[in-house]
């Protein structure tokens, strides 16, 4: 499962690499890209091995919990 996702990412970045090349302001284009391209990688494979990310509403309660509760 993981070989194919890495599979399936790996043909989206190709499909898409000819467009960022011809981008004007290719610099930013590609960290913005990758940036957003590796989260989205990053967050699948942990659903794939069964370590979902924390949800917001967790860290929120916990930065909560630090203020309010000594």
């Not at 970045?13 to 590796?38: T, V, W």
């Not at 370590?51 to 967790?58: G, Q, R």
């Amino acid at each position: 499962m993981v070989i194919g996702l890495l599979v399936f990412f790996l043909i989206i970045a190709l499909i898409d690499l000819p467009q960022l090349l011809k981008a004007k302001e290719r610099r930013k284009i590609m960290f913005l890209y990758f940036f957003l391209f590796s989260t989205a990688f990053i967050i699948s494979l942990l659903q794939i091995i069964d370590k979902a990310p924390i949800s917001p509403s967790d860290v929120i309660k916990k930065i909560i919990q630090t203020i309010w509760m000594p």
